[in-house]
């Protein structure tokens, strides 16, 4: 390993035992003290320009303890092998009117028509406290290897700029990793800013809409910022989202696209919401195919309306919601899981959903000409509602083909509130060995072909179990417990066998 600048480097050897990453010295051939290079270390003069000297291929840059001051960008591309980290160091973005030239990132490390082959970057607390200095952080593409850890952005985003990270593996055969980057405080609408009518709504807190890679957001955090949270919809390669807290950002809080993507254990809150907030919503999946949610807790307790706490969009050809638990309160309409009409085939296992809103539907599977199949098995709906919106429905199935297994859907309803379980306006629905309960109807049918079995319909204001509409044509219903029978509107072909009458 060589020094680079004689006699102001560091070397592994002198520095290793007592560095936190010292570890990393072997993987590059040049390794600085950013202060011995003739760095400032208490916030005073602008760090930039040694930066701009000391940058080299296999060069790792070490910041010690100490305060960083920036007032202009930092830009290195086509590398092969870089790194840059803090050891306990803050870095102190000057303020907007103060930053000399493009007024929108401290570190460039890599741009999509040349990106680095390998980046290291960890280890910072950025103190945005002071008015209008809120810039992004660092922005990364790296083809090979791309890792970000232990980055934390303290204070408002209030300038207007561009939002705290924008990271993308460029090789669809590169990995990338961002751990623990943290930006808590949100950031401002871009009205309320000195960039005020130059972007619209204002930061993203995390994007990553160029990755062709696998990138990991491993127990990242999010406060509310105005042009969605974590923001990783645009890209065809892997995005995993494992873990971190995600809170009160407008559009969503966690977007995510791609082929194979993951979200895992996140835990996601809607408990404020500011007059320019428009849509908070929880989880949103789109562009790609087998996208997964596993593990997930979405709370959205203060929503505008429309604030799903999960959506699956049209652009997801495959989806899958596993093990997750969904809480929404508040005194707006809302719906829990919402599937629109144009995504493909969709499944819900294990998942739980609490609905305490003034209205709508814990899961609404939309108006469809889509072959995909939705299945729904051992979920859980209860909580008690309004009908506002006349969104008074447990599941709405608008859907053809769809199946529900082991379900268990209570609606008993707010104040008197008369809600239904399930209502079926679709082809060939399945309910099979479920769980039925409401104020109103457990079960209505407006479609065709439903085989309802092995089921428990109950009403808890004397309704029938079932209510068959003059447009339901050949409904099935077999080895059922219907407490309070059937009510028959004029429906056609109705078929009964075995069920038990209460």
Request: include cysteine; glycine fraction near 12%.
């Amino acid at each position: 390993m060589t020094a680079c600048l004689a006699g102001v480097g560091l070397t592994a050897t002198a520095s290793a035992a007592t560095d936190p990453y010292g570890y990393y010295y072997d993987d590059y051939d040049t390794v600085v003290d950013v202060t011995e290079a003739g760095a400032d270390d208490t916030g005073t003069e602008s760090i930039t320009p040694v930066l701009d000297e000391l940058r080299g291929d296999d060069t790792l840059l070490v910041f010690p303890e100490g305060e960083y001051y920036m007032d202009e960008q930092f830009r290195f591309t086509g590398f092969d092998n870089f790194g840059v980290v803090g050891e306990n160091a803050t870095l102190i973005p000057a303020n907007y009117h103060d930053f000399d030239g493009p007024q929108y990132r401290l570190f460039r490390l890599g741009v999509a028509y040349s990106p680095g082959g390998q980046l290291r970057f960890e280890g910072f607390d950025v103190d945005q406290t002071a008015p209008e200095t809120g810039i992004r952080t660092i922005e990364a593409y790296a083809a090979d290897r791309l890792e970000v850890r232990d980055v934390t952005i303290n204070g408002y985003h209030d300038s207007g700029t561009w939002g705290p990270g924008l990271f993308n593996v460029t090789d669809p055969d590169g990995r990338g990793i961002v751990e623990r980057f943290r930006a808590p405080d949100g950031g401002a609408w871009v009205n309320d800013t000195p960039n005020a009518g130059n972007r619209w709504r204002g930061p993203i807190g995390i994007e990553a809409n160029e990755n062709r890679g696998r990138l990991e957001f491993r127990r990242c955090g999010l406060g509310g910022f105005p042009n969605n949270g974590l923001y990783a919809a645009g890209g065809d390669g892997t995005i995993i989202v494992h873990g971190g807290l995600y809170r009160n950002s407008n559009g969503a809080n966690v977007r995510v696209g791609g082929r194979d993507s993951e979200i895992r254990w996140p835990t996601v809150e809607v408990d404020s919401t500011r007059p320019e907030d428009v849509s908070q919503r929880g989880i949103r999946i789109e562009n790609g195919r087998n996208i997964e949610i596993y593990g997930a807790a979405v709370e959205i307790t203060a929503p505008k309306p429309t604030s799903h706490a999960i959506s699956v969009m049209n652009t997801c050809d495959s989806a899958r919601i596993d093990t997750t638990r969904l809480q929404l309160q508040g005194s707006e309409v809302n719906h829990g899981i919402v599937i629109s009409p144009e995504c493909g085939e969709a499944t819900i296992v294990d998942t739980e959903i609490t609905h305490e809103t003034a209205g709508g539907y814990p899961l609404w599977i939309r108006d469809s000409d889509s072959a995909g199949q939705v299945l729904a098995e051992h979920l859980t709906i209860s909580g008690r509602a309004g009908d506002g919106g006349g969104f008074r429905d447990g599941i709405r199935c608008e859907r053809d083909d769809c199946r529900f297994s082991h379900v268990d859907v209570t609606q008993h309803g707010r104040d008197g509130v008369d809600r239904n379980a399930i209502v079926n306006t679709g082809a060939d629905l399945t309910v099979y060995q479920s769980e039925l309960r409401a104020s109103q109807y457990p079960y209505i049918d407006l479609g065709s072909g439903t085989l309802v079995r092995d089921s428990t319909l109950e009403s808890s204001a004397d309704h029938e179990a079932v209510c068959l509409y003059s447009s339901s044509t050949n409904p099935t219903f077999k080895k059922n417990r219907l407490v309070g029978g059937i009510r028959d509107l004029g429906a056609s072909g109705v078929t009964t066998w075995e069920n038990t009458y209460e």
